[in-house]
């Protein structure tokens, strides 16, 4: 079975662009997580999408959205870019339930500069 | 916010060795997991704890979810190179509640370092 898969995985911006970022789930998942590292704050989570719904939202400012398709496929967007956004993002998949085991892919850098 | 707080941060060990880090919370989990990244890459899952007071094994990883369910600990037998990486916690809160911080709370990271 395929894992989780993330596009690109490696991406170069300047401040005030935005950028799009892309995960596939593990075939079955339903929900699909992103969460921000940076070698300060560690891994912290962004948002959780589950059956095209966002049901859960960390502590990130709105210029952080999220989407997911029919197909559990999601997206996430970042406008207005600052250099400290430059980070790992990572997505991880799920089949939903509250004590499901969070599968993650290898990850998008991205570098604002 | 749930904060978890993760010992050591960092570990220089000889090969064969064994090692050992834990996780404590101010806040109960439901469930207890256990990840290694290596560099550029993400975490890959290492063990997962459902039940409080729950041991686990996964060759020659140990892991316990802590019985007042705030705390896990992770050992590592007879260490070989390959171990190195930053290993993490993470603690999955009892259930979705919606609208709040509801992923994983992740410890700041051991990194495991072996010299032969």
């Known amino acids: 079975k395929a894992g989780v898969t993330q596009t690109p995985r490696y991406l170069i911006k300047t401040r005030g662009q935005q950028v799009t970022l892309s995960c596939s789930p593990i075939?079955?998942?339903?929900?699909v997580s992103w969460y921000q590292q940076t070698p300060g704050q560690g891994l912290q989570f962004l948002f959780e999408?589950?059956?095209?719904?966002?049901?859960n939202k960390g502590n990130f400012p709105g210029r952080f959205s999220g989407r997911q398709f029919s197909n559990s496929r999601s997206e996430m967007n970042v406008s207005t870019l600052e250099l400290g956004d430059s980070a790992l993002y990572l997505c991880?998949?799920?089949?939903?339930?509250?004590?499901?085991?969070?599968?993650f892919g290898p990850g998008t850098r991205l570098t604002v500069l | 916010g749930q904060q978890l707080n993760q010992s050591p941060q960092s570990m220089f060990i000889q090969e064969g060795e064994d090692v050992s880090m834990n996780c404590t919370s101010s806040?109960?989990?439901?469930?207890w997991l256990w990840y290694k990244q290596d560099p550029g890459e993400g975490p890959v899952l290492l063990i997962a704890l459902y039940k409080a007071g729950e041991l686990t094994s996964n060759g020659r990883l140990t892991a316990q979810f802590g019985i007042t369910r705030k705390d896990s600990f992770l050992n590592i037998s007879a260490s070989i190179p390959s171990d190195v990486g930053i290993y993490f916690c993470?603690?999955?809160?009892?259930?979705?509640?919606?609208?709040?911080?509801?992923?994983?709370?992740f410890g700041k990271g051991t990194h495991l370092i072996i010299q032969p």
């Open positions: 991880a998949s799920s089949f939903g339930s509250s004590d499901d085991t969070q599968y």
């Open positions: 993470a603690g999955q809160p009892s259930s979705y509640s919606g609208g709040g911080a509801d992923g994983l709370t």
């Open positions: 999408y589950f059956s095209e719904t966002q049901r």
């Open positions: 075939s079955g998942h339903r929900s």
């Open positions: 806040s109960i989990f439901n469930t």
